[in-house]
């Protein structure tokens, strides 16, 4: 599949200004930019690039094993036959081997020498050199940093200095850089999904300024800014739980500043309000309010600082809620983790269905926890943030959320302790939090809470349609959470769920459940006290089909079990009248399940 099909990616020229005036930096950071199609993109800052796309070579390079997949020369030009150091700074939170590589281009051999990264392992010096283990920052981020000193070759991570060799070059024309990327093990990946920043000094560095060039990329990462100059989002606007007369919106921004935001109708009839930031002056949110019933609005953020920089959002829309009765079309899916070109990938597909509503049933982000506030802001936002501006949101915590910090941080969504009900159109929504004894260690009686407060809210429900929304499942024939069924016997799901929700669900006549946590498309058949019930059953999917890494199946089917895929997927629920058309669909936009639940 042609990669520029999946994602619009630029590679802007950003310095790092601790370290360009004493060390002569030329400095590239690489953002991965995934807008809508069409006229749905934001409106973006021009930037110039000092970056090209190579032509394809006529003998691929190949790097400990890997054949590579994208090139950019950077440009720059150097002397090789005087001291120089060069800088990579990647996010690897794969666990497929992808990798690395900045060589001076032109020669049969491609380089002749090379800094080169994969799979936790680096090397620099003289093609062949062998690869050396690097330490990681905070599990995924690599910096790795390569100083030739005449025949000295040092190679630094994390600022630590990793291995040494010793030899002279055997060519030295002058030529410019070549940056390039393998990630054959990750079809939708490109260069700055891997690559977020690489560096050229036209001297060698002494090892406390290749230690200063790491904390100020770790002070980035740490504040969740995605480049060091340009003023950008780093919660682009995000639309959460919609009703009838209102919207929550909230953004955030990569330093203080001074936000409005206008909506309305029509664009000609924009009504504008100042919003006050946050504590720390970069987070901002808002209600809008005084909305009509199932109508389209258009809204633009704005944002200013003191030095005269501004933001614009450009101009996004989104829909109020539906009244009882009128049609709706809402995206599901769940686990976006990890792979923001995935994410991104399902974004356009979710998007050309115009869905009026998005459910996130967990795993928004694979460890965000306080300490990793990158996970949000250089993965989750990135991947989907263009969508998350026009579709609004309502999502549940999953394990991945942590303690919850940013999870809370980032969403505007009902329920002081994280489980609520949310009524659009025929449908009312229960969110639960299914991290039952997290929740529980940290707050006693949390689980008693959530139970009375489910069973209470379902007994009360007028809606047509009751669906209930977390992250972990009741039912699933996933080979190995739950129990290695290859060679034992699975309890076919969380036996803890199981107990703590199905009573109340079949005692309340719930029509659908929906879980993530295991990366694979499950649809259970109707079940009522553990057995298929085709009349009064309660039917499950699970969906955790976004950027987690696919997970596999048990080799023996087990009743419950009516439709299995691994695959990355979304969900389709299309409702009219007195029927839900649910519909899967794949990454590659195939339909691979279609079923209706009716009344």
């Excluded at 939708?188 to 060698?204: E, H, I, Q, T, W």
């Excluded at 809620?321 to 009128?326: C, D, K, R, T, V």
């Excluded at 939090?433 to 809210?457: I, K, T, Y």
Aim: with cysteine; net charge negative.
């Amino acid at each position: 599949m042609n990669r520029t099909l999946v994602a619009v990616l630029l590679a802007s020229a950003c310095l790092i200004p601790s370290l360009t005036q004493t060390a002569q930096a030329q400095s590239w950071d690489f953002t991965p930019r995934y807008d809508l199609p069409r006229n749905a993109g934001p409106a973006r800052e021009k930037t110039t690039a000092s970056v090209s796309t190579l032509a394809p070579a006529p003998t691929p390079l190949r790097f400990n094993g890997m054949t590579s997949t994208d090139s950019r020369t950077l440009q720059a030009t150097f002397d090789p036959a005087r001291d120089f150091t060069v800088e990579l700074w990647m996010l690897d939170h794969m666990n497929r081997p992808v990798g690395a590589v900045v060589s001076p281009a032109g020669s049969s051999g491609r380089s002749s020498w090379l800094l080169g990264y994969t799979d936790g392992q680096a090397a620099f010096g003289p093609a062949g050199t062998a690869m050396s283990k690097v330490a990681d920052y905070k599990d995924e981020w690599r910096h790795v940093v390569g100083v030739r000193q005449g025949d000295a070759w040092r190679l630094y991570s994390n600022g630590a200095l990793v291995a040494t060799t010793t030899a002279r070059l055997s060519r030295s024309s002058a030529a410019p850089l070549e940056l390039t990327t393998f990630l054959e093990a990750e079809p939708y990946m490109s260069l700055p999904d891997l690559v977020r920043g690489a560096a050229l000094y036209n001297r060698a560095l002494s090892a406390a300024e290749v230690q200063a060039a790491f904390t100020a990329r770790t002070t980035m990462v740490d504040e969740g800014r995605l480049n060091a100059e340009t003023l950008h989002f780093t919660q682009p606007p995000y639309l959460n739980a919609p009703t009838t007369q209102d919207i929550q919106l909230s953004w955030e921004t990569d330093r203080p500043a001074h936000f409005t935001v206008a909506w309305g109708e029509t664009e000609a009839q924009m009504r504008r309000i100042d919003v006050p930031a946050a504590e720390d002056g970069r987070l901002g949110g808002a209600t809008l309010d005084g909305l009509k019933a199932d109508t389209p609005y258009f809204y633009r953020v704005t944002a200013s600082t003191e030095d005269g920089k501004v933001l614009d959002s450009g101009l996004l829309s989104f829909g109020s809620a539906p009244l009882p009765g009128a049609p709706f079309v809402i995206a599901v899916s769940a686990d976006t983790e990890a792979r923001p070109f995935v994410n991104n990938r399902m974004s356009q597909l979710i998007w050309e269905e115009r869905p009026n509503l998005l459910l996130l049933a967990g795993d928004l982000t694979d460890e965000g926890s306080i300490d990793r506030r990158y996970q949000w802001t250089h993965e989750y936002f990135v991947g989907m943030g263009g969508l998350f501006g026009r579709v609004p949101v309502i999502a549940a915590p999953g394990n991945g959320e942590g303690e919850q910090h940013w999870f809370r941080h980032y969403h505007r969504q009902p329920g002081e302790e994280g489980y609520f009900s949310h009524r659009y159109g025929d449908v009312e929504f229960f969110i639960l939090d299914s991290n039952l004894e997290d929740r529980e260690r940290r707050s006693p009686g949390f689980r008693a809470r959530q139970a009375a407060w489910l069973d209470q809210a379902l007994a009360r429900s007028t809606a047509r349609w009751k669906i209930a929304m977390h992250h972990h499942d009741l039912f699933t024939s996933d080979d190995d959470d739950y129990g290695d069924s290859w060679r034992d016997r699975s309890t076919n799901g969380d036996e803890t769920m199981r107990g703590e929700f199905a009573s109340i669900y079949e005692r309340h006549g719930v029509d659908l459940v929906i879980y993530g946590h295991l990366h694979a498309y499950e649809r259970t058949w109707p079940m009522r006290q553990g057995a298929v019930d085709l009349e009064r059953g309660v039917t499950y999917l699970q969906v955790g089909g976004m950027g987690g890494n696919p997970e596999d199946f048990a080799p023996n089917k087990p009743a419950f079990s009516a439709k299995t895929a691994r695959t990355h997927h979304y969900v389709m629920l299309r409702s009219a009248g007195d029927r839900i058309d649910i519909e899967m669909v794949d990454i590659e936009g195939r339909t691979r399940d279609r079923f209706a639940l009716t009344k």
